[in-house]
């Protein structure tokens, strides 16, 4: 296991281990209370246990081997699996609980108990908070100097990802909850209960959405980030037989896998002996600065448009 898949997992676990916890102790505190946004939360609970197990079958699916199907491997999983979770974090969580918290609005009903609800809701957010702190220290790393959206906008690591947006989605709808209780019991209105679970799927809706966006991306695939990319310029460039840098493209087809394909101006006067040394040299070159690269796929040229030997 790299240590990527394994801090991605560790991510993933941390969370696991939080909301199946929580999630039993918020729908055992809803039946006792009677509150709205309590089963809301704990819906959203069960929906994040439900998508951690389907984040670690992905995982698992992307370790598989090459095969004759799939030529260049099966990391690929990871961000399908990752748009899965979306659309059940949005279904599942977000719908279920806005039916819920307007059936709320209609039919009205006592004020849930406060206390219960309040001491279930802040240490589910301490719990939440943990399980979060795992994963914005994965993430923190992975993004460098970069802003935290840009960091969101270029992260490849699905997992880590999806965990930092369903905690930090949990720990909005936990506020919501929180207040939509306090408020109901406060007024004597259960319609706050029922109001806070409403915004509790508005929250889950969102962020699913923006997941989902983010799942997109990877899956129509993206190119490796401008960091990696000016690594394998340089490591190409460094050949002492290499004239110029036509075309640059980069491919993740995996959170750790980047295909690359280079057009490459070498210098005139190689013959096809030379361009194949020089070839080598290229992709062990790359290889050795930038581990992530999985396959290369050069394409030779001579410098003032004529072409090398194909290899």
């Not at 719908?95 to 240490?123: C, D, M, Q, T």
């Amino acid at each position: 296991m790299s240590d990527d898949t394994g801090s991605s997992q560790a991510s993933v676990l941390a969370a696991l281990t939080a909301n199946s916890g929580i999630a039993v102790t918020k729908l055992v505190a809803a039946a006792i209370t009677g509150s709205t946004s309590m089963f809301a939360e704990g819906v959203h609970s069960v929906a994040d246990t439900g998508n951690q197990l389907m984040l670690l079958f992905g995982l698992r699916r992307s370790r598989k081997p090459p095969d004759e199907d799939h030529p260049f491997g099966h990391g690929a999983e990871r961000y399908f699996w990752t748009f899965v979770v979306a659309l059940a974090l949005f279904g599942v969580g977000g719908a279920v609980s806005i039916y819920r918290g307007v059936n709320g609005l209609f039919h009205g009903g006592e004020p849930p108990s406060l206390w219960i609800g309040v001491v279930v809701l802040v240490l589910s957010a301490v719990f939440e908070g943990s399980a979060l702190r795992v994963a914005l220290r994965r993430f923190n790393a992975d993004r460098g100097e970069r802003s935290f959206w840009t960091g969101i906008r270029r992260a490849k690591d699905p997992e880590t990802l999806t965990v930092v947006f369903e905690d930090t989605a949990a720990l909005g709808g936990l506020s919501a909850a929180l207040a939509g209780i306090v408020l109901a019991n406060l007024l004597d209105d259960e319609r706050w209960d029922a109001a806070g679970a409403i915004v509790v799927g508005i929250i889950l809706c969102v962020w699913a959405t923006a997941l989902a966006r983010e799942s997109k991306d990877m899956l129509l695939g993206e190119s490796a980030t401008r960091e990696t990319r000016e690594a394998i310029r340089s490591a190409v460039m460094d050949d002492a037989d290499v004239d110029e840098i036509r075309e640059l493209l980069t491919l993740h087809v995996g959170p750790e896998q980047v295909l690359v394909n280079v057009e490459i101006n070498f210098r005139n006067g190689l013959d096809t002996d030379g361009v194949e040394d020089a070839i080598r040299r290229v992709e062990d070159a790359v290889r050795a600065d930038v581990p992530s690269v999985d396959k290369i796929f050069v394409e030779p040229r001579r410098s003032h448009g004529r072409d090398a030997a194909e290899t």
